[in-house]
């Protein structure tokens, strides 16, 4: 995590790039890539207070208060586009940004989306599988909408959190917006063991609050259930998994383990997709993924990477950086979010629908730039 919290991402340094921008207002609005599947998709958000746990980042907050954006498969596509940010949460990104002075400050706020805000659900027997989604340090839950967007329109109930305090902005229904609290100390492995427990918790409680909703309880199928982390997100997914017995599989898109050593071996259904960096060591000193790796002892497990990634190209950023006239990573953003959804795609149909996907089997034609180890 000494990596992938703050010194990668605080001051949202994730849209950034590797050199200075000339971006300007100018910019047009910024759009993400269409979802690719069959059902039209709505997007709900949900305000959540756990009474019983104190703030873990606040002192003298007596109760845990988080945000959750619930995207699914809707009977049709109805309504006014969901908002990708609020206009506040925008502006606080925007200005954690340099290269970003001369953008207008509600321009995230702006940004194209394909769910619609709360367009009627459509039900399916038995319900949906569900996928919890858990974003990096310092980044909005918002910045999971492209995967977010394609997981519903392939007919999964996809509920993305927001960790109050460790993203750069979170904005309440009574207009407070919430800013980085976690971590300003330093990264230290404790403070990873934090994080990871602070995002068990918070996974656990929206679990239990779906569950008890009458509402999404009969929309969602409560035995295929799976977590995609990117980041700091993906290293918590993999620290969850032997704790929590409901999340059958998890995902961990390019987050470094701090800890690296799980309290417990990963048994369960688990994939690793990262930039080249993720890489295994063939000398010196061996990266997280190295050490992590032997504790993740199931029956199925898979160490990807992609070649011409960065850390950011798993998520939004990908293409709204170029879009906000900010530098590109070596492989095209789009391109990048394709890979991504197929490869996690293919994971959740995999192990959640029980329908075979080759695509995990080994190297493929149609994505060179991704390697198996």
């Given amino acids: 995590m000494r990596k992938t919290v703050v010194a990668s991402v605080l001051a949202l340094s994730a849209l950034t790039g590797a050199g200075p921008a000339n971006a300007t207002a100018s910019a047009p609005t910024p759009a993400l890539p269409p979802p690719a599947g069959e059902h039209a998709v709505g997007r709900s958000v949900m305000h959540l207070i756990d009474s019983g746990r104190p703030d873990p980042w606040v002192a003298g907050r007596k109760e845990r208060e988080l945000m959750v954006s619930v995207w699914y498969p809707a009977r049709e596509a109805e309504g006014e586009p969901a908002r990708y940010v609020t206009p506040q949460e925008s502006a606080l990104i925007i200005k954690s940004v340099p290269q970003l002075k001369d953008v207008p400050p509600d321009t995230l706020a702006r940004t194209k989306t394909y769910a619609r805000a709360d367009a009627p659900a459509l039900k399916r027997k038995g319900g949906w599988p569900l996928v919890v989604l858990s974003s990096g340090m310092t980044l909005p839950r918002a910045t999971m909408t492209s995967l977010a967007e394609e997981f519903a329109s392939r007919g999964y109930l996809v509920a993305g959190i927001e960790h109050t305090y460790e993203s ?50 009969r ?33 961990n898109l390019d987050g470094s383990y701090n800890p690296a050593t799980p309290a417990a071996p990963v048994r369960r259904l688990f994939m690793m997709l990262g930039n080249p960096r993720q890489e295994p060591s063939t000398g010196g000193e061996k990266g997280s993924w190295d050490l992590f790796w032997p504790h993740v002892t199931g029956d199925w497990k898979r160490w990807l990477t992609v ?45 959640l629908k029980g329908k075979r996907r080759p695509l995990l089997d080994g190297p493929s034609a149609d994505y060179p730039e991704v390697r198996f180890w």
């Fill in 168 to 217: 750069v902005a979170t904005t309440f229904p009574d207009g407070r917006t919430a800013t980085f609290e976690a971590g300003r100390g330093g990264q230290t492995p404790e403070l990873g063991a934090k994080v990871a427990r602070v995002r068990a918790a918070d996974t656990a409680f929206v679990l239990d609050r779906l569950d008890r909703s009458k509402h999404w309880n």
């Fill in 219 to 251: 929309l969602i199928d409560e035995t295929r259930i799976a977590m995609v982390g990117h980041s700091v997100g993906g290293q918590s997914a993999a620290h969850l998994l032997p704790a929590d017995k409901r999340i059958k599989a998890a995902v």
């Fill in 307 to 351: 070649r011409g990634a960065e850390h950011m190209s798993f998520i939004d950023y990908a293409v709204l950086q170029p879009q906000l006239g900010l530098p590109k990573y070596p492989t095209d953003g789009e391109r990048s979010i394709e890979i991504t959804r197929a490869y996690v795609t293919a994971f959740l149909d995999l192990h």
